[in-house]
């Protein structure tokens, strides 16, 4: 383990220097000379002063770790790091490790709730930095232009301070707020200070797309049970809803980012109901299917008024349901949407997939 040198420490070279510079003549008293170096130094508000967890906290982490089962349970999650937090509230490094599994496990109302606690506790202990440093490094994500603010506002007035050097690093490695220019002086502040230690990526990485919805695709078209299928699919998306809740939030990410994450959920949602509808009519409730049937077709006339991309997916999905229950009529009329869509937004790629699913309707109707 590293040891962070103790901010201090220029404050002690600097009394020395004092004292060598009075005139040769001035007499000072042994005590005198004892007094200034032996003078307590102001502290960061923290018992700790390491660059790293000391080796308690992390022997307290390892007995704690365990496989996450599932990433959407905050609560479960989270407890660890909130019991390691009572254990040792004066240990900086806990309050980060807290910190950053709420970043990891939380969405926004769990977000908003560590920032609100953390500018509290930053009123309550005025004379203690360690606290304003947390309040700043609490909106990392969700506001992270005040985040660098308040770091460094913190760091101007004490430049040994290496977690706000690491944060400032973290942030200005990131995607959207790259600037490499200012993350390698950040880097460097803080490996001297630190060295040896890692910095981490900032945004974590995000856990990949549920696969429950392909997996129960697969099970459908090899006849598994409806009630199974129904259940697998509904989970999956519910996952992929967490995985959005994720992303929106944080600064992290682009409007871009955000929009595409929101039309894949809703085009696995459309996914979903399709097997919804197809597990109902295998376990022989039809009234179910064809009340999941009118509320998907609400569902896409919301669509075609916003012209999304998402339209077009849940056209061909209505068509191809109505032709499997035997409801040509209905089949026909969303072919003739899809050809007004393309009328309104020509795409020969999508003529051509209208053109094979006519072709494939009609062929089933013979």
């Given at each position: 383990?590293?040891?962070?040198?103790?901010?201090?420490?220029?404050?002690?070279?600097?009394?020395?220097?004092?004292?060598?510079?009075?005139?040769?003549?001035?007499?000072?008293?042994?005590?005198?000379?004892?007094?200034?170096?032996?003078?307590?130094?102001?502290?960061?508000?923290?018992?700790?002063?390491?660059?790293?967890?000391?080796?308690?906290?992390?022997?307290e982490l390892a007995k704690a770790a365990r496989v996450v089962s599932n990433p959407s349970d905050f609560d479960q999650n989270i407890a660890p790091y909130q019991a390691l937090r009572e254990r040792y509230p004066n240990d900086l490094t806990v309050h980060e490790l807290y910190q950053d599994a709420v970043q990891?496990?939380?969405?926004?109302?769990?977000?908003?709730?560590?920032?609100e606690e953390y500018q509290v506790l930053s009123m309550q202990h005025s004379d203690k930095m360690m606290y304003d440093y947390l309040y700043g490094r609490s909106l990392l994500g969700r506001n992270t232009p005040a985040a660098i603010q308040q770091i460094g506002k913190i760091l101007a007035e004490h430049p040994?301070?290496?977690?706000?050097?690491?944060?400032?690093?973290?942030?200005?490695?990131?995607?959207?707020?790259?600037?490499?220019?200012?993350?390698?002086?950040?880097?460097?502040?803080?490996?001297?200070?630190?060295?040896?230690?890692?910095?981490?990526?900032?945004?974590?990485?995000?856990?990949?797309?549920?696969?429950?919805?392909?997996?129960?695709?697969?099970?459908?078209?090899?006849?598994?049970?409806?009630?199974?299928?129904?259940?697998?699919?509904?989970?999956?998306?519910?996952?992929?809803?967490?995985?959005?809740?994720?992303?929106?939030?944080?600064?992290?990410?682009?409007?871009?980012?955000?929009?595409?994450?929101?039309?894949?959920?809703?085009?696995?949602?459309?996914?979903?109901?399709?097997?919804?509808?197809?597990?109902?009519?295998?376990?022989?409730?039809?009234?179910?299917?064809?009340?999941?049937?009118?509320?998907?077709?609400?569902?896409?006339?919301?669509?075609?008024?916003?012209?999304?991309?998402?339209?077009?997916?849940?056209?061909?999905?209505?068509?191809?349901?109505?032709?499997?229950?035997?409801?040509?009529?209905?089949?026909?009329?969303?072919?003739?949407?899809?050809?007004?869509?393309?009328?309104?937004?020509?795409?020969?790629?999508?003529?051509?997939?209208?053109?094979?699913?006519?072709?494939?309707?009609?062929?089933?109707?013979?």
């Amino acid at each position: 383990m590293t040891t962070r040198p103790l901010p201090g420490s220029r404050r002690v070279s600097l009394k020395l220097s004092a004292i060598l510079s009075l005139p040769r003549f001035t007499p000072i008293p042994i005590s005198f000379l004892l007094l200034i170096l032996l003078a307590p130094i102001p502290a960061w508000g923290t018992d700790s002063a390491v660059c790293e967890p000391s080796p308690e906290i992390r022997a307290e982490l390892a007995k704690a770790a365990r496989v996450v089962s599932n990433p959407s349970d905050f609560d479960q999650n989270i407890a660890p790091y909130q019991a390691l937090r009572e254990r040792y509230p004066n240990d900086l490094t806990v309050h980060e490790l807290y910190q950053d599994a709420v970043q990891r496990y939380g969405i926004e109302g769990h977000l908003r709730k560590v920032t609100e606690e953390y500018q509290v506790l930053s009123m309550q202990h005025s004379d203690k930095m360690m606290y304003d440093y947390l309040y700043g490094r609490s909106l990392l994500g969700r506001n992270t232009p005040a985040a660098i603010q308040q770091i460094g506002k913190i760091l101007a007035e004490h430049p040994d301070f290496a977690p706000g050097h690491a944060s400032l690093a973290e942030i200005y490695a990131s995607t959207t707020f790259r600037d490499a220019e200012k993350e390698k002086i950040e880097r460097l502040r803080f490996l001297a200070l630190c060295p040896g230690s890692v910095l981490q990526q900032r945004p974590s990485a995000l856990p990949a797309p549920s696969s429950l919805v392909d997996q129960a695709e697969r099970l459908l078209a090899g006849n598994g049970d409806p009630d199974r299928i129904a259940g697998m699919a509904l989970q999956g998306v519910r996952d992929d809803e967490w995985h959005l809740q994720r992303i929106r939030p944080f600064d992290w990410y682009s409007v871009a980012e955000k929009f595409q994450a929101q039309r894949e959920l809703q085009a696995k949602y459309w996914r979903v109901w399709s097997l919804q509808v197809r597990c109902d009519r295998r376990a022989g409730r039809p009234e179910q299917a064809a009340a999941l049937l009118a509320q998907m077709e609400q569902r896409a006339t919301s669509l075609e008024r916003t012209s999304d991309a998402v339209y077009w997916d849940a056209l061909t999905t209505l068509a191809r349901l109505y032709e499997e229950g035997n409801q040509r009529d209905s089949a026909d009329r969303k072919l003739e949407s899809m050809r007004q869509f393309l009328d309104r937004h020509p795409d020969p790629q999508r003529m051509a997939e209208l053109e094979t699913l006519r072709n494939q309707i009609a062929a089933q109707a013979r």
